[in-house]
């Protein structure tokens, strides 16, 4: 019996179709799979890159304030108690996003408010109430820059705002009344 002839090259074979040899191996994943990977790997990166600097930014501040109360208490912070109480207050902001994110979660949102921040606060009065404070504050300066702007855009339509509409009305009755 004669031999059998070479078998055909097929696309899906690993070997070049060009017979240079074999060609490169391909990914184990598919294309899409192994931009995901590569993206997540990237973005893990990214998240560590970003951690230390926040973790830098607490450890500064801590400093900061710690030299504030040695300055005003005339005590000493040794470098070891400052790196101590970083580590603890960036651990304790670790909880409590956490938290927040699982307040909005049950609430079956994605965004966290304000009402998720006073829960997480509820357990210290002086802080919820400074929170609710400043959250009221923030609520009225949010209005009166959504009146202004609402002014602004009715004067440049030349539209009258209800205040002015109500005023107008009076002065013509006034005229007619004359």
Same mark, same amino acid.
């Given at each position: 019996?004669?031999?059998?002839?070479?078998?055909?090259?097929?696309?899906?074979?690993?070997?070049?179709? #060009?017979?240079?040899?074999?060609?490169?191996?391909?990914?184990?994943?598919?294309?899409? %799979?192994?931009?995901?990977?590569?993206?997540?790997?990237?973005?893990?990166? %990214?998240?560590?890159?970003?951690?230390?600097?926040?973790?830098?930014?607490?450890? +500064?501040?801590?400093?900061?304030?710690?030299?504030?109360?040695?300055? #005003?208490?005339?005590?000493?912070?040794?470098?070891?108690?400052?790196?101590?109480?970083? %580590?603890?207050?960036?651990?304790?902001?670790?909880?409590?996003?956490?938290?927040?994110?699982?307040?909005?979660?049950?609430?079956?949102?994605?965004?966290?408010?304000?009402?998720?921040?006073?829960?997480?606060?509820?357990?210290?009065?002086?802080?919820?109430? +400074?929170?609710?404070?400043?959250?009221?504050?923030?609520?009225?300066?949010?209005?009166?820059?959504?009146?202004?702007?609402?002014?602004?855009?009715?004067?440049?339509?030349?539209?009258?705002?209800?205040?002015?509409?109500?005023?107008?009305?009076?002065?013509?009755? #006034?005229?007619?009344?004359?």
């Amino acid at each position: 019996m004669a031999a059998a002839p070479p078998r055909a090259r097929r696309a899906g074979n690993r070997e070049g179709s #060009d017979g240079g040899g074999p060609a490169p191996p391909r990914p184990a994943r598919g294309g899409r %799979e192994t931009v995901r990977a590569a993206m997540a790997a990237a973005g893990a990166e %990214e998240r560590q890159v970003l951690a230390q600097r926040l973790k830098a930014a607490v450890h +500064y501040t801590v400093g900061c304030l710690c030299q504030e109360v040695e300055e #005003d208490k005339d005590v000493q912070f040794s470098k070891q108690s400052i790196a101590a109480i970083s %580590e603890i207050t960036f651990r304790q902001c670790e909880i409590f996003a956490k938290d927040l994110e699982m307040f909005a979660r049950h609430a079956k949102r994605t965004t966290v408010t304000t009402e998720d921040v006073k829960l997480l606060a509820r357990r210290s009065n002086s802080l919820l109430k +400074y929170i609710t404070q400043k959250s009221e504050e923030l609520a009225s300066s949010n209005m009166e820059q959504k009146e202004k702007k609402r002014k602004k855009s009715s004067a440049a339509k030349g539209e009258r705002t209800p205040g002015e509409q109500e005023a107008a009305v009076t002065e013509n009755e #006034d005229s007619n009344m004359a």
